[in-house]
């Protein structure tokens, strides 16, 4: 058994940004990672020829101050990309019919005499505990809601998001500072994956790649860290960073109040499916990304932000359940191409957390069973599922840890 300072269980940006964290306190950091290669939803894939698209998370913005504190620390401050015209366009499918949008002219797909009869009586209505549906359907009616905002409420978060809470932890509005020094809206080169890249070499970070981690326990110098492969270690601290229900399985046994206040949030799992097309034969007009209604995918996110002379890549997020042969055929009806004209195709199944109302409640009974432990817990289910709510849980984890730690010589 080997024995280390903090022990990190998933290399997504949580699990980078608590170790980047302690890193820079002079840390020694061994992150486990179930996959070969680090980013989890940041996953940028790469072609032969050297193309990229992200078959995940696409956007960040200068109003996410702690994930910019990860790239400058990653040396990335100059490889800053913004996103081009196509970042404001749009296209909105529904019954087979496609308009090509800008974000005013969602407006106009409303139905406005059931708005007018809506809206004044909404209007000095607090979102409370409500959810997204409740909240928005109370201001443009039920049926604007269902035909028209929750088709682009879902695209964000690659889920229906009707049950989402309107306001607070687990919603998916925040309003934050911006570093107005960096550009609003932006990518990198090569791609978000980029920066989980950068981050897992700062020095102090050992990254232990292709290594699922099976169980997590108590043990008398702090706790220990069980390998599916066998191989075990022991760790002063420990950060849990895997997906929520992976974390749940994992601190089970030793932690069960813990992994029930984890098992209270929904999870919902979503399959992406990316494709590369020679630009020639993408007949889609240049957008951000595509919405439809009442389909099987919740959108499709392309990489015309940053235009390429030759390439045009689609990544479409899809429900679960469906066949892998019913989303490549839905994939090759949109796209109106057979599967011989992809030029590159990757394919991956995620679960993310599907916060409902009383997420915070949840959120809080997870702290408490967190009270007094050595123990971090991080991820995309506490504030909510952007990055910058990711890298803040984990510093904030950090914080209330790091103080078991004896200050490096
Ligand atoms: C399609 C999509 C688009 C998105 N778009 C945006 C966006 O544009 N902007 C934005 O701000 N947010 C976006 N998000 C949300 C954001 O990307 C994620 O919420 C965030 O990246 C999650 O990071 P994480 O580290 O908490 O979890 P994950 O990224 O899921 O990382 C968890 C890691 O743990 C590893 N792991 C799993 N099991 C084990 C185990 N047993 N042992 C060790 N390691 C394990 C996984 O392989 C993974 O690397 C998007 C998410 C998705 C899915």
């Given at each position: 058994?080997?024995?280390?300072?903090?022990?990190?269980?998933?290399?997504?940006?949580?699990?980078l940004?608590?170790?980047?964290?302690?890193?820079?306190?002079?840390?020694?950091?061994?992150l486990?990672?179930?996959?070969?290669?680090v980013?989890?939803?940041?996953?940028?894939?790469?072609?032969?020829?050297?193309?990229?698209?992200?078959?995940?998370?696409?956007?960040?913005?200068?109003?996410?101050?702690?994930?910019?504190?990860?790239?400058?620390?990653?040396?990335?401050?100059?490889?800053?990309?913004?996103?081009?015209?196509?970042?404001?366009?749009?296209?909105?499918?529904?019954?087979?019919?496609?308009?090509?949008?800008?974000?005013?002219?969602?407006?106009?797909?409303?139905?406005?005499?059931?708005?007018?009869?809506?809206?004044?009586?909404?209007?000095?209505r607090?979102?409370?505990?409500?959810?997204?549906?409740?909240?928005?359907?109370?201001?443009?009616?039920?049926?604007?809601?269902?035909?028209?905002?929750?088709?682009?409420?879902?695209?964000?978060?690659?889920?229906?998001?009707?049950?989402?809470?309107?306001?607070?932890?687990?919603?998916?509005?925040?309003?934050?500072?911006?570093?107005?020094?960096?550009?609003?809206?932006?990518?990198?080169?090569?791609?978000?994956?980029?920066?989980?890249?950068?981050?897992?070499?700062?020095?102090?970070?050992?990254?232990?790649?292709?290594?699922?981690?099976?169980?997590?326990?108590?043990?008398?110098?702090?706790?220990?860290?069980?390998?599916?492969?066998?191989?075990?270690?022991?760790?002063?601290?420990?950060?849990?960073?895997?997906?929520?229900?992976?974390?749940?399985?994992?601190?089970?046994?030793?932690?069960?109040?813990?992994?029930?206040?984890?098992?209270?949030?929904?999870?919902?799992?979503?399959?992406?499916?990316?494709?590369?097309?020679?630009?020639?034969?993408?007949?889609?007009?240049?957008c951000?990304?595509?919405?439809?209604?009442?389909?099987?995918?919740?959108?499709?996110?392309?990489?015309?932000a940053?235009?390429?002379?030759?390439?045009?890549?689609?990544?479409?997020h899809?429900?679960?359940?469906?066949?892998?042969?019913?989303?490549?055929?839905?994939?090759?009806?949109?796209?109106?191409?057979?599967?011989?004209?992809?030029?590159?195709?990757?394919?991956?199944?995620?679960?993310?957390?599907?916060?409902?109302?009383?997420?915070?409640?949840?959120?809080?009974?997870?702290?408490?069973?967190?009270?007094?432990?050595?123990?971090a817990?991080?991820?995309?289910?506490?504030?909510?599922?952007?990055?910058?709510?990711?890298?803040?849980?984990?510093?904030?984890?950090?914080?209330?840890?790091?103080?078991?730690?004896?200050?490096?010589?």
């Open positions: 058994m080997k024995s280390i300072d903090l022990a990190v269980v998933g290399g997504g940006v949580s699990g940004a608590l170790a980047w964290k302690a890193a820079c306190e002079g840390r020694k950091v061994v486990f990672e179930s996959d070969a290669r980013g989890g939803c940041l996953h940028s894939e790469r072609t032969a020829s050297g193309f990229w698209f992200e078959m995940g998370a696409h956007t960040t913005y200068n109003s996410y101050g702690a994930f910019l504190d990860l790239v400058v620390g990653g040396g990335l401050q100059d490889a800053l990309l913004e996103r081009g015209e196509a970042r404001s366009k749009f296209g909105f499918l529904r019954d087979g019919n496609y308009r090509w949008l800008t974000p005013p002219r969602v407006l106009l797909q409303l139905n406005w005499l059931e708005a007018a009869l809506y809206a004044p009586r909404a209007a000095f607090a979102k409370g505990e409500r959810s997204v549906a409740e909240h928005f359907g109370a201001f443009v009616g039920a049926g604007n809601f269902k035909r028209v905002l929750s088709p682009f409420l879902s695209a964000v978060p690659s889920q229906l998001a009707d049950s989402f809470p309107a306001e607070g932890a687990g919603s998916l509005f925040k309003t934050r500072p911006r570093r107005k020094e960096f550009i609003r809206s932006f990518g990198f080169e090569g791609g978000l994956q980029r920066v989980c890249d950068a981050v897992a070499a700062t020095p102090g970070i050992t990254i232990e790649r292709k290594a699922a981690v099976r169980a997590v326990g108590k043990h008398a110098e702090g706790f220990s860290i069980e390998l599916e492969s066998g191989r075990s270690f022991v760790s002063r601290l420990c950060a849990m960073a895997a997906p929520l229900q992976v974390a749940g399985r994992v601190l089970r046994a030793d932690f069960p109040q813990l992994a029930d206040a984890l098992a209270a949030i929904k999870a919902v799992a979503v399959d992406s499916v990316g494709v590369v097309l020679p630009r020639e034969q993408a007949w889609l007009p240049a951000a990304f595509l919405v439809p209604v009442d389909d099987s995918f919740f959108s499709c996110v392309t990489r015309d940053f235009p390429d002379e030759k390439f045009r890549a689609f990544t479409f899809f429900r679960p359940g469906l066949t892998r042969e019913a989303r490549l055929a839905r994939v090759c009806e949109i796209l109106r191409v057979e599967q011989s004209a992809f030029l590159h195709l990757a394919e991956k199944q995620i679960t993310l957390p599907a916060p409902t109302v009383g997420h915070a409640g949840r959120v809080a009974a997870i702290d408490r069973a967190l009270a007094g432990t050595s123990l817990v991080t991820g995309n289910y506490f504030d909510g599922l952007a990055i910058e709510d990711c890298v803040l849980r984990s510093f904030s984890e950090w914080q209330r840890i790091s103080g078991a730690l004896i200050a490096p010589a």
